[in-house]
């Protein structure tokens, strides 16, 4: 179908660090998983986010230690996020580099999406799944936690600690661990792994930030996803929407600025191609939706919803405009059932 999420490879050199302290090969790990260990030193190279995610498992399961993600959070340093990792301590405040953070989370993986909300005092750094994410283990999600908190205290010291982090999963381990690991209070059985900030002292200068060394890296940053996507503005423009689909941020506007140009000049790139963003958009909307009808595992609810549509009229609408057949028809000429709604 679509290309399936990567990461990059050097992401695995915190886990690979902190295996010696529980005797484990890492080299010998690596293989069971599916992957080539040397691949760790090659920089820029990626692997498939389900055979990281098959690693992690594996190897939480053979340290038999609950904080083994948390301790494995520790070991990890700015190089692993290539270089978003340098846009982010030389970012000029917490708030500069969430929004880095954001822009850029793809040098680093591609499996789901990181959204920044600013509500109030609040801002709050949100983590979303995709049609194609693949489900992180609770020890990946624990390092994850730690690295990004360790990472945004080399940006701005204490003010880079968040007020509150929650995780969509329970855990065996202590609450007071989290708190000692990455400063601050932690709740469990969260809808999504969410860091907020106090939206005031987020945007706080810091003394240190680099603006020039900043916006280098953010250079490098889109250099590098360019190598990841494909080459027409038509498949670009499809990747980001199949990220963001079920999220509903479809517009124009918010594409271009993900893909680093102006609206208009993304408009005249799609021309030269002989196609629109409204057809664009249209085009892989109704691949989903075929797809997702011929498959049968969803309620038109949940389909509209991963489509991105307001309301379940405007998607039926929508699909008879493209096939001249409503949902359910279509699905009773395919001689296929739809499932009921919960």
């Not at 995709?130 to 940006?155: G, K, M, N």
């Not at 059932?337 to 919960?342: I, K, P």
Request: some cysteine; hydrophobic content about 40%.
């Amino acid at each position: 179908m679509w290309n399936k999420p990567t990461a990059l490879a050097m992401t695995l050199a915190p886990l690979k660090d902190v295996l010696p302290q529980y005797g484990i090969d890492f080299p010998a790990l690596a293989r069971r998983a599916g992957i080539d260990p040397e691949l760790l030193t090659r920089p820029g190279q990626r692997l498939p986010s389900a055979r990281i995610q098959k690693l992690w498992k594996i190897a939480a399961q053979e340290s038999n230690d609950p904080l083994f993600g948390l301790r494995a959070g520790q070991l990890a340093r700015p190089g692993i996020f290539h270089a978003l990792g340098l846009g982010i301590v030389s970012s000029t405040s917490v708030l500069a580099a969430l929004r880095r953070i954001v822009r850029y989370s793809s040098v680093v993986s591609t499996n789901g999406r990181l959204v920044l909300i600013l509500e109030g005092p609040q801002a709050s750094l949100e983590t979303r799944r995709t049609e194609l994410t693949i489900v992180p283990c609770t020890q990946y999600f624990d390092a994850l936690v730690v690295t990004l908190c360790r990472i945004l205290r080399l940006c701005a010291g204490p003010s880079a600690i968040p007020t509150l982090v929650t995780l969509p999963y329970r855990s065996d381990v202590p609450p007071e661990a989290y708190r000692e690991a990455i400063g601050c209070p932690v709740e469990f059985g969260a809808d999504r792994c969410t860091f907020k900030f106090d939206a005031e002292i987020a945007a706080r200068p810091v003394l240190t930030g680099d603006p020039e060394l900043a916006a280098e890296a953010d250079r490098m940053a889109a250099r590098y996803i360019e190598g990841l996507e494909p080459s027409s503005a038509a498949a670009r423009v499809r990747a980001l929407l199949l990220k963001a689909m079920s999220s509903g941020d479809l517009d124009q506007d918010g594409v271009a600025l993900a893909l680093n140009q102006s609206a208009s000049t993304l408009q005249r790139r799609l021309r030269r191609e002989g196609t629109t963003y409204q057809r664009v958009l249209d085009t892989t909307r109704r691949e989903l939706a075929l797809e997702y009808l011929r498959e049968g595992q969803h309620t038109l609810a949940d389909i509209t919803f991963l489509l991105g549509f307001a309301d379940q009229s405007n998607f039926t609408r929508a699909f008879r405009r493209w096939t001249g057949q409503t949902p359910r028809q279509f699905l009773t000429g395919q001689g296929d059932g739809l499932r009921e709604s919960a």
